[in-house]
C-alpha cells in the first residue's frame, strides 16, 4: 500500500504504491488509516492527492497548523512537482507547455480546449523510452484532476496502461510523482524517488533517462507565458 519515505514533526513523505486510492470511500481513507496505525498518528491530513493509478511522492501532514501551512504552498504554486510518464506513441511535438481549460467529456473523463479562461498548464520534456513508446518528464504549474494524464493524451501520446485516457494496456498505469521540492519553516526540502513497481521502468532506455533526469529542476524548462501566469 505504501512505503515510509521521512518523517518529521508536522509532515510524513510515504511513496504511494501504484493502484491505491487517496480518496473518501464511505467517509473511510484506508491509506491514510494505515499510514497513521505505522506512525503512531491519530490523525493525518492529505495535503494533495495523487490518482489510484499513480506512484510516488504524497505528502501527509501530522497537525492541522502544519497541515494548513502546507496546503498554503500547493495553493501559491511554491512546491515543485516532478512525474515520469511512459506514453505509447510518439508526441506532436517533443517539449514544451500544454495548456488549455479542462472540461467534463463521457463518464468520468475530462478533455482539455484550446480556450485558456482557467486554463491547465504542464511544463514538459521527453525522450524515446524504446519499443516506439516515449519517455515524459513532467512539471505542472497547476494541478487540476487528471491533469498530466489529460495533457499527454491532448498531443497524442496516452500513458501507457492508462484505463481511461491511454490506448495500450500494461501491468500498471505508468505515472509516477517522481520529485517534490518545497520550503518549509526556514528549511527546503527535497524528496526524489525513482520508480520500482512495473516492468517498463526497468527497460535499458528508463534506466538512462532517468538518471540522467535526477536533478529535475536544473533542467531548461519551458517558461510559462506571464499572460498563463494571470489566468
Known amino acids: 500500500m505504501f512505503t515510509l519515505v521521512y518523517q518529521n514533526s508536522d509532515f510524513i513523505v510515504i ?3 501504484a493502484g491505491i486510492s487517496v480518496h473518501k470511500d464511505d467517509n473511510e481513507q484506508p491509506l491514510l488509516t ?7 498518528d491519530e490523525k493525518l491530513y492529505l495535503i494533495h492527492r495523487l490518482d489510484k493509478m499513480t506512484s510516488g511522492l504524497l505528502l501527509l501532514g501530522r497537525n492541522a497548523q502544519a497541515a494548513s501551512v502546507l496546503s498554503g504552498l500547493f495553493a501559491h504554486r511554491e512546491v515543485q512537482k516532478f512525474y515520469l510518464a511512459i506514453g505509447t506513441k510518439k508526441p506532436k511535438k517533443k517539449q514544451g507547455l500544454i495548456a488549455g481549460d479542462m472540461v467534463r467529456s463521457r463518464r468520468s473523463s475530462w478533455k482539455l480546449e484550446s480556450t485558456l479562461l482557467k486554463p491547465a498548464i504542464t511544463q514538459f520534456v521527453s525522450s524515446s523510452a524504446g519499443e516506439g513508446r516515449r519517455a515524459f518528464l513532467c512539471k505542472p504549474y497547476t494541478g487540476r484532476t487528471h491533469q498530466i494524464r489529460v495533457a499527454l493524451r491532448s498531443i497524442g501520446s496516452g500513458i501507457a496502461g492508462d484505463p481511461i485516457y491511454g490506448t495500450e494496456s500494461a501491468d500498471r498505469g505508468y505515472l509516477h510523482a517522481y520529485g517534490l521540492f518545497f520550503h518549509y519553516l526556514n528549511e527546503d526540502y527535497r524528496f526524489i524517488l525513482p520508480p520500482t513497481d512495473g516492468e517498463l521502468w526497468h527497460t535499458p532506455e528508463m534506466t538512462s533517462l532517468i538518471d540522467e533526469w535526477a536533478t529535475p529542476e536544473l533542467l531548461s524548462w519551458p517558461k510559462v507565458p506571464e499572460k498563463l501566469r494571470r489566468c
Open 15 to 17: 511513496h504511494k504504491h
Open 34 to 40: 494505515a499510514v497513521a496505525a505505522a506512525t503512531g
